[in-house]
Protein backbone atom coordinates (compact mmCIF):
# COMPACT_ATOMS: atom_id res chain seq x y z
CA UNK A 1 0.00 0.00 0.00
CA UNK A 2 1.23 3.34 -0.88
CA UNK A 3 1.83 5.64 1.57
CA UNK A 4 0.31 9.51 0.84
CA UNK A 5 1.69 12.54 2.62
CA UNK A 6 -0.81 14.99 3.88
CA UNK A 7 -1.28 17.84 1.06
CA UNK A 8 -1.32 21.20 2.94
CA UNK A 9 -3.20 24.36 1.24
CA UNK A 10 -3.49 27.31 3.33
CA UNK A 11 -5.57 26.43 6.11
CA UNK A 12 -7.09 22.65 4.26
CA UNK A 13 -5.48 19.56 3.92
CA UNK A 14 -6.23 16.17 2.76
CA UNK A 15 -6.35 13.37 5.45
CA UNK A 16 -6.16 9.70 4.46
CA UNK A 17 -9.95 9.36 5.21
CA UNK A 18 -10.36 12.42 2.58
CA UNK A 19 -7.84 9.86 0.05
CA UNK A 20 -10.02 6.96 0.56
CA UNK A 21 -13.30 8.84 0.03
CA UNK A 22 -11.80 10.47 -2.62
CA UNK A 23 -10.57 7.20 -4.37
CA UNK A 24 -13.59 5.68 -4.35
CA UNK A 25 -15.29 7.89 -5.87
CA UNK A 26 -12.56 7.63 -8.29
CA UNK A 27 -13.32 4.33 -8.72
CA UNK A 28 -17.44 4.61 -8.90
CA UNK A 29 -16.83 7.70 -11.57
CA UNK A 30 -14.70 5.38 -13.68
CA UNK A 31 -17.39 1.80 -13.08
CA UNK A 32 -19.80 4.58 -14.28
CA UNK A 33 -18.03 5.87 -18.02
CA UNK A 34 -17.62 2.50 -18.56
CA UNK A 35 -21.16 0.86 -18.38
CA UNK A 36 -22.15 4.58 -19.80
CA UNK A 37 -19.41 3.77 -22.60
CA UNK A 38 -20.47 0.11 -23.19
CA UNK A 39 -24.49 1.29 -23.31
CA UNK A 40 -23.83 3.82 -25.80
CA UNK A 41 -21.59 1.41 -27.80
CA UNK A 42 -24.80 -1.27 -27.33
CA UNK A 43 -27.54 1.77 -28.93
CA UNK A 44 -24.49 2.85 -31.81
CA UNK A 45 -24.73 -1.03 -33.25
CA UNK A 46 -28.59 -0.87 -32.71
CA UNK A 47 -29.15 2.36 -34.67
CA UNK A 48 -26.66 1.70 -37.12
CA UNK A 49 -29.38 -1.65 -38.32
CA UNK A 50 -31.94 1.35 -38.82
CA UNK A 51 -32.84 3.59 -41.69
CA UNK A 52 -30.97 7.02 -40.93
CA UNK A 53 -33.68 9.87 -40.83
CA UNK A 54 -33.10 13.37 -39.46
CA UNK A 55 -33.97 12.23 -36.25
CA UNK A 56 -31.98 9.01 -35.97
CA UNK A 57 -28.91 10.91 -36.94
CA UNK A 58 -29.37 13.48 -34.69
CA UNK A 59 -29.80 10.91 -32.26
CA UNK A 60 -26.49 9.44 -33.67
CA UNK A 61 -24.69 12.15 -32.81
CA UNK A 62 -25.80 13.25 -29.42
CA UNK A 63 -24.32 9.29 -28.85
CA UNK A 64 -21.15 10.08 -30.46
CA UNK A 65 -20.88 13.03 -28.50
CA UNK A 66 -21.81 11.75 -24.83
CA UNK A 67 -19.32 9.02 -26.21
CA UNK A 68 -16.30 11.44 -26.64
CA UNK A 69 -16.99 13.39 -23.18
CA UNK A 70 -17.51 9.58 -20.92
CA UNK A 71 -14.29 8.61 -23.08
CA UNK A 72 -12.62 12.32 -21.69
CA UNK A 73 -13.57 12.25 -18.39
CA UNK A 74 -12.47 8.32 -17.63
CA UNK A 75 -9.00 9.35 -18.95
CA UNK A 76 -9.13 11.80 -16.28
CA UNK A 77 -10.51 9.86 -13.72
CA UNK A 78 -7.84 6.79 -14.55
CA UNK A 79 -5.21 8.99 -14.87
CA UNK A 80 -5.85 10.72 -10.79
CA UNK A 81 -5.97 7.23 -9.49
CA UNK A 82 -2.29 6.86 -11.43
CA UNK A 83 -1.65 9.72 -9.42
CA UNK A 84 -2.62 8.35 -5.97
CA UNK A 85 -0.90 5.44 -6.82
CA UNK A 86 2.33 7.48 -7.41
CA UNK A 87 2.03 9.72 -4.39
CA UNK A 88 1.49 12.42 -6.68
CA UNK A 89 -2.31 13.17 -6.23
CA UNK A 90 -3.19 16.50 -5.20
CA UNK A 91 -0.47 18.81 -6.55
CA UNK A 92 -0.91 21.34 -9.49
CA UNK A 93 0.78 20.47 -13.53
CA UNK A 94 1.06 24.09 -13.65
CA UNK A 95 2.18 25.24 -10.66
CA UNK A 96 3.07 22.25 -8.62
CA UNK A 97 1.41 24.07 -6.07
CA UNK A 98 -1.14 21.90 -4.02
CA UNK A 99 -4.99 22.09 -5.05
CA UNK A 100 -7.24 22.56 -2.19
CA UNK A 101 -9.29 19.73 -0.66
CA UNK A 102 -11.94 21.69 -1.57
CA UNK A 103 -11.67 21.30 -5.20
CA UNK A 104 -10.66 18.02 -4.76
CA UNK A 105 -14.25 17.13 -3.21
CA UNK A 106 -15.84 18.58 -5.81
CA UNK A 107 -13.45 17.54 -8.42
CA UNK A 108 -11.59 14.47 -7.23
CA UNK A 109 -9.61 14.33 -11.19
CA UNK A 110 -8.70 18.00 -10.97
CA UNK A 111 -4.80 18.39 -12.26
CA UNK A 112 -4.93 22.04 -11.60
CA UNK A 113 -5.14 24.76 -8.42
CA UNK A 114 -8.21 26.86 -9.24
CA UNK A 115 -5.55 29.60 -10.51
CA UNK A 116 -4.06 27.46 -13.02
CA UNK A 117 -7.23 26.79 -14.07
CA UNK A 118 -8.67 29.83 -14.66
CA UNK A 119 -5.49 30.67 -16.33
CA UNK A 120 -5.92 27.73 -18.41
CA UNK A 121 -9.45 28.75 -19.41
CA UNK A 122 -9.00 32.47 -19.96
CA UNK A 123 -6.15 31.73 -23.35
CA UNK A 124 -8.65 29.29 -24.85
Same mark, same amino acid.
Given at each position: ? &? !???????????????? *?? &???????? !? #?? *????? $? +?? $?????????????? #? +??????? &??? !???????? &???? %???????????? *?????????????????? %???????????? %??????
Amino acid at each position: M &V !QHQTIDDLNTALSIED *FA &VLRESLHE !Q #RL *FRQEQ $L +QQ $LSTAATTCADAILD #R +QTASQVE &VRV !QLAASARM &VLTD %VEAALQRMDRGR *FGSCHLCRGPIARERLMI %VPQARYCARCQQ %VREADR
